[in-house]
């Protein structure tokens, strides 16, 4: 690991301030990407920025149909959380799905999608949720937030302070994993909102993704049974060691019929 | 007494150390005025180095010095030599052994070899420097595949070495087996990956080294399984007398093979450490490991069987092609050859075979045992080509093997491969294996698991394995006045539990309190010879030294009990730590006898005190036969081609058990590995320019918790081996020699209903779905 100037603001003006006058700073959450990053000396940030001391980034609140997390709630918390289990209990079973108990107990929900890797599970949740990501200035629908690979549409120093959530009327999230990370190597998650129908794919393409054909099925029936024979092309999609672009694409297909099956 | 006695369940000693975080790892070893070395490796497959510029690191805050492998050869260090049991062709010539040296010296012919090592007053100032020298590479094509190495044309790794070839060889009866194969009604063939797979062991390997000026001699504490060899191979390599290297390991975190050899490493910290006046550490990170830990199997065999009409095995050839990497690493030419040969044809009474094989150069990182070395190898060949026969040729799987087994009244037997199974009941064992397996509730389950869309697959594999590794032991045994027994063996553990099976064979031997004694291992000045860790030969060798110097200890003791009942010591009696007078019906224990040994007043004339202290060695004169049966069933996804080992069934014939908790442990690790190698373990190297793909824990897979099944195990303990005085047999490698087949071929069952015959581990989801997919085509 490079040397680097480590930080512990208490607030979002003073992180906002660090970060200003830092050559190269580099916000940091739970630390579950960014610390192996540095270790592994392929980053080399001049100053480390904490989060975890701002209050205003913690906490999970239910009011009436919308879900709110802080940013720096972990996954464990989320995984933990009365009002999550109760209103979207899909959530509350991927958030404990990720990774280990140590990577669920130091990760974030404001990190992982403010990471936005193309394997993580919360990205594919907050998309299919239709979420909104709610940042230091602004509120972000997550059909315009997740734009590429490792890319988001957050501007240079921009926090991600909270996200809501409209409590779905079903959802589901099965996730498949890469055998040695267990990432996923697909995950898709289905929910059935007052909007219509969303599924939402991660590990398979570059970046989450939303699947139209299938909403559009299972906004006029939702059951696995309409899904059969509706497929994402190979095109575009990852294709690496654990599994080639036509695996995935079948993945993508045999996991979305089992979340509807398993959608409550 | 009993309830730490030979054959008691008695839990590991040494765990409270380890779980309670107060063992001493090597990264815990920290001697004043420690500096730390950080090694440079190549980037590349294969490539000239033009030059090495080391001058901007040097002037680096911290640095000590840098080593290059010019600064290496300038020394007149002499290369690390091969150890290989077989060392010659089929023509008797000499095989092919290119010179290592612990450096690339102007070529580098595998990503990870070592170029240069940094040392620096921190890891962080070395790595610093390290990233400031300018080695000028050549790139050079590459060559990753042993069978495409062996093409003509193919990239030459040696300049003097034609067609990357180290050596042939061949076993068995070429006629026979010839003659065998034109009678016989049925000949089935099969073309077998063995994976290259590797260890992984949880502690990382690593050493520090120091150097004493005075009396110009080293101290290496190094995670090794070996401290006797491997000292002697840095000795040859410093040229020092090999008693100028007090070489000992502290507690090691799993070796499994990949900390048997001699590394590169050390020896350079060795020269570090003189060199530059102070304590040198390094430890390998783990992404390191996967580039430059030993890796293992790494074979291609082209297996066949002949049957006839009832089908009774006939004969069985295999041929070998075995990827040794880059150089000859310590014994990593026999694997592939000798190590591979030995145990062919399994459990199976196959009047003819033959075993030929050629080991071959490539531009990785070079093979060294790995857990079995060899014997998983043959077991899976034979088990995968029995279970083929059984589809192909229409016959039920466990009919055929039951068929075929080596009778117990063929026994003692020597194979075609010229090994001796001296003992063992294979059908027995075989028939309680079933047993446990519930095969009459089989296609419920089966109905259960389609229920759920799932397919549902059993199989048995009987296994055949052989013990090896060093054949002499040393035991040493010492008494304090306080009572304390001091047990030192050349033997080692690195997690196996040694601490706990030899002191329980002394106590239970001299009848003395287990927790009295003292357990010393892995250090050169504490044992004059060690054979450390390998081959299974803990108890077998090492075992049995403990036994012998036990036994001596008890002819002596005898004498000064006779004196101190005034009886003859032919009267005397031991048993259950108390001698008698058979005659007078006297009595006097074992502790009275200790205690007296250390005094004066109370010894016979002639005796001195503390002569009951004992140094004996003990050795194997012919290595014995582990063998058993595993059983699997297994659950497939055909969707998705997610295989799940739902139950898993062992009996193993290790002769009598020790510490069956100690031999669960050894038979469940075994497994673990073979699961790991059958469904999800391989390195994976680039064909085109040689990278290793799977340098880390994000892309090389290995079994968790949850990757295992439901496991029930036993023992046929009822056929002891007269080949060594405790009868038993090694039970380290066994696992790993029954769980590759039985699990492979279970999911072959399972998926025979959508024409599936064959897929080469591991059987990643991937390859089951196109598998299945492909078939259906």
Redesign the interface.
Known sequence: MYEFTFHQPETLDEAAQIFAHADDGQFIAGGQTIVPVMKQRLAMPSDIIDLGRISDLEGISLDGDLLTIGAMTTHAEVAASQDVKKAIPALAHLADEIGDPAVRNRGTIGGSIANNDPAADYPAALLGLGATIHTVTRAIPTDDFFTGMFETALDEGEVIVRVSIPVPEKAAYVKFPQPASRFALVGVFVAKTADGVRVAVTGAGPCVFRVKEMEQALDKDFSAAVLKGISVPDDGLNSDLHASADYRASLVSTLARRAVAQAQ | MEKYGIGQPVRRKEDVRFITGTGTYIDDVAPEKLTHAFVLRSPFAHAKILSIDTSEAEAMPGVLGIITGKDWMAEGFTPIPTKSGVAKKIDGSPLNQPERHCFAIDRARYVGEPVAVVVAETL?QA??AA?LIEVDYEELPSVTDARRALEDGAPRIWDDIEGNFCLDFELGDKEATDKAFAEADHVVSLDLVNNRVTAVPIEPRGAVAEYDAASDSYKLQNATQNVHANRATFADVLKVPADAIHHVAPDVGGGFGAKNSGYPEPPILLYAAKQFGRPVKWINDR?EGFQSDTHGRAQFSKVELALDKEGKFLGLRTRTIGDIGAYCWTVGPFTPTGGSARTQGGAYLIPAMYYSAVATFTNTMPTDPYRGAGRPEASYQIERIVQHAAETLGFDQVELRRKNLMPADSLPRKTPMGLDVDSGDFPEVFERTLKMTDRAGFEERVSESREKGLRRGFSIAPYLECTGGAPKEFAGIAFEKDGTVTLRVGSQSTGMGHETSKPQILAHTLGIDFNKVQFVQADTKATPIGGGHGGSRNLEVGGNAVLKAANAVVDKAKVLAAHLLNSNTDDMEFADGTFTDVKTKQTVSMDDVIAASFEKGRLPDGMEPGSLDTDSTFEREVISCPNGCHAAEVEVDP????VRVEHYWVIDDFGPIINPMLADGQVMGGVAQGLGQAL?EQI?YDDEDGQL??GS??????PRADSMPRMELGYYEDAPTAKNPLGVKGAGEAGCCGAPPAIVNAVLEALREDGVTHIDMPL???KV??AIVDAKR
């Open positions: 962080n790595q610093d990233e992404n969707e998705t081609g997610a999800m994976v793909v799977t824990l994000m892309d090389y897979a290995l990643t989801p991937e779905w196109r």
